[in-house]
Each structure stands twice: as C-alpha cells, then as structure tokens.
C-alpha cells in the first residue's frame, strides 16, 4: 500500500533527510579527522619503536661557506634522459697510509718477545758457517687480563716495653702506623668500590650481574654488601666534592638543564610504581670548567629548578617544559630548537614519500633544518663574526619561519597543531638564542649528557630506596664530570677514596677534576680519544633540495628588499 504526503509533509520529510545527511557528513567527515590523527600517531609510534632513533638521514649535506654558490648541485640538475658520457679509465698506484695500527696501540704497555735460534740451530745448512741476526719481523698482538680480586691482609704489629711490664704497673703499647680502612669493619677499599661504581655507572652492568660474575671466580661479594659500600662511600665521602661541583656550576653564566624518570620503589607516602625524577645540570659549550650534575627528587616540580638554581645568575638552555618558564628573571630561558625541528619531522615522515615534496610539513622541516645548517658555517667564524653571521642571518630566516607558520590553520591535536603549537608557544625562549655570543642553538649538549643515565636505567631498572638514588646521582655527576674534563673515571674514583676519608676542608678543592694537582695515573693521554664528537646533521636529497630553495628565496628577498630601500 502506497503512501502519500501532503507538500507540507513532503517539505518536512525532506528537511529531516537533509538535516540527517549533514548530520551523517560532518560525522563523516569527523571519523576521517580522526582516523588521519591515528594513522599519524601509529607510524610515529611504529617509527620510535622499530625504526632508527637517529635524526641523521643519508647523503651529508656540505658548503663550504655562508654565501657559497648554492646551485652547484650536480644530482639535482641531473638529466637521466640524456645519454651518459665515454669515460677513460686512469689506474695509478699511491703509498698506502700507515700508521693507524701504532696510534691505536700508543697507549699500552709494550711486552717484547723474542724468538731466537739457539746457538746449536744457527749453522747455515749450505756451507756450515755461522749465521748472524739479520733482521726481525713483528707481529702485533693485544691481551686482556681480567680484573683480579686479591685478599690483603694489614698486619699491623704492636710494640710493647718487657722492662716496664716487669717492674712498672703501666705497660706502653705502640702500634705502627696503618692507612685508615676505607669502611670499619668492612672489606672494602678504594679500587673495589671505584671498580664496582665504574662497572655500574658508566658501563652498564648492573650490581647483581657483577655477583654473579664473581662468582665464577669464587668470589661471594652480595649485591647487598656492594650497594652498601657504594652508598656509605657516597654520603660520606663524595658528597663534599659533590657539594663543591654544584657551587661552581651556579657560578657560571651558562647552563644546560633536562630531566628525565627513575623509579624509586621505597619512597615513603608513594607507591613503588609511581614516578620520579633525576634532573641534569650542566655548564656550556665554552665553560673553563665542566661540569655535569645529577640530582634525585620525587617529583617533577618546578620548585626543584628554582632550589637547585639559587643564586645562579645567567642563561638557561633547556627544552619546553612549563616548570623552566617560572624561574626568577635573573635565570633567562633559552629555547631548543632541535625540539622544533623533531615536531616537523614527526610530521614530515608521517607524510607519504610521494606527497612530501612541496608540502608544509617539508617546507617546516626546511626552516628549522636551515637554521642549523647556518650554525655549522658558523662553527670556526671568532665569537664576535658568529654573532654577526646570527643576527644578520639566522634571524632573518625565524623572522621568515614565523611569518610563513602564522598562515597555517592546523587541528590542535594533529600532529601538524603539535609542530606549529610548539614554535608559537616557545618563540620567546626560541629567540632567546640571539641574545648573547655564547648561546647555543639547542640543548643537546644536555640531552647528551643525560644519556647514560638513561642507558643505565634500562639494565639496572630502578632505585629500591631514595638513599640508593641520591647515591646513584652523586656517582654519575662524578662519573660524567671526569669524563669531560679528560679523566679516567676509575683511576680518578680511586684516587678520591683514597684521599677523601683524610682529607680537611681545605684540601678539597684539590681534588676537583681540573686540580693541577691530581696524578698522571687519573689523567687520559692527549692522543686517546674518549669523547665522542657531535655529527652535523645530515639529509636526504628531497629535504635537501627544499632547504637550498629555501635558503635561496630568503637571502633574495631581503637583497631585493635591501636595494630598493
């Protein structure tokens, strides 16, 4: 049975359906939002998680100065159509470089062995004479001997008077003089704990796979017992070093600062999962003195900043994080803009291959990618040039990065309102960087130095208690400390143990890492090489390509602009 409307209901029928289809668009339309916003969360996510956590992609981009010829790109301009030109092949023959085995070998003790004919075997079996030593042949060798763990015993002997024992009722006892034991009681010393902190703190191996390995050489060290020595060798001994790194980092002008998580299971009012913090503190590219410092706190809090940075007037490099922005104005906040380039990368490999180029996620990566590679032109200019190259340059190209970010019309929770929002919203500290000669254009140095902190909480996992955790900081600080000021963590550690528990009040500053007075033994030979070297990002030829156009209609821009005014 059929049925009929009126014009009035066929009027309403079809505004109701209408209503219903744009109801269903917009939802449509929401659900597909949406779905990008996962699709873009699941490759960045599968990306972190399986994929290279390197920044560095292949094909290094190289210029040789500021205003060199930005058009010699050969590949570019490449024609594949074209047919490929005859070639004459050259062969030539040149020294072969040498060297390289004997620098490697510079540093280590030389055991000669000589392999020599008897007197009975040294008769020339053509005529019967007697041959001579014409020359050697070496062949080099290196052998690792394990660390060995060896049972010394003090006897410390005492002296007494048989005269007076016989005829006086006093008896004077005299015992020779002893080095003090590192902890009463205990069978610790300097090399052990320095041993046990080194194999934990800077080589990743966790305390109780130090036990176990002991136990292959019928060693029965607890891990109990070696987490009791490294915290009672912390809080009574390394702490006053400890105390006098902070108080000269706070006088420096330049600063680093990051923070990362630890796990603390016996903090008191918390439970064993929640999470803690270990903040990092360190100097400047350009400090006389460096200086890396850990330090534990529960929380994530901004009063932790403004404590620990009391009475420290200057520049603060450091990420984007709320709790840096509330400090007193005495402390300046200088942005990271390698956390502005990672937002755009995030978002240019979210972008499929094919669609990359000449979209706004390449053209992002370009700005802040042309910025750094301004600052590797700059790295042997004199402070005062680099200054100038900055303002009259790298300047130019942020004014022009947020004139052109300003257009963008982005979802706040895309990817894309992430690298946008984060540039806007950080701009003042971003800019921060023209400031001052000395200021840096990122905080890796940080981020760098906080690393094997992170790499040590993977094998060691966590702190079972917050004595263990402060510990744990001040071995690091030290750790880390020698290491930039080239000296071997060990021999420096072992040295400090060694003094410490003797040592006044004034005979420690001394001990310091850059003291002139610390011995060879603590010290790494100019020719070894110990601290790794920071590599100049590098890009792929696409992103190439964009950030040489870029650069090209910035620096143009402002010459026609300069000649016209």
Partial sequence: METTYNNTELTQKIQTLEATINEQAEMINALRLLIRHYEERLHVTNRSQFGTSSEQVPNQLKIEGLFNDIFNEAEDQAEPSKPEPTYEEITYKRKKHTGKREEDLSGLPVERIDYELPES??????????????????????????????HKEHAVHAYGCR??????????????????????????????VAHLAVQKYMNGVPLYRQEKGFTYDNINLSRQTMA???????????????????????KEKYLHADE???????????EAQAKSYEWLYRTGAGAERQIVIYEYQETRGHKHPENFLKGFEGYLHCDGYKAYHTLPPNVIVVGCWAHARRYWEKVYMSVPKDKRKGSIAECGLAYTSLLFMLENEYEDLKPDERHKMRQSCSMLVSDSYYEWIGTINALPKSLLGDAVGYSISQ??????????????????RAERSIKPFVQGRKVWLFSCTPNGAEASSIFYSIIETAKENKLHPFHYLEYLLERL???????????LPWSSSLPDVCRVPDNIKVMPSGKKKEYDKPLKTAVLNLRQKIFDCQSTNDSSG
Avoid: F
């Fill in 121 to 150: 075997e040294r008769i020339c079996p053509e005529c019967g004479e007697v041959m001579i030593d014409i020359g050697v042949t070496i062949r080099d060798e290196v052998e690792i001997i394990p660390a060995t763990m060896v």
């Fill in 228 to 250: 009791n020595w490294i915290v009672y060798c912390a809080q009574n001994y390394l702490a006053a070093i400890y105390s006098l790194l902070v108080s000269h980092l706070l």
């Fill in 427 to 444: 701009r003042k500290y971003l800019e921060n960087v023209y400031l001052d000669i000395n200021l840096e254009i990122s905080n890796n």
């Fill in 163 to 192: 005269n007076c024992e016989r005829n006086n009722d006093h008896t004077p006892v005299v015992r020779a003089a002893s080095p003090a034991p590192l902890i009463a009681g205990s069978l610790a010393t300097p090399s052990a």
């Fill in 260 to 270: 990362t998580t630890v796990q603390v299971l016996q903090e008191r009012g918390r």
């Fill in 501 to 511: 528990p003797s040592a006044k009040n004034s005979e420690l500053y001394e001990l």
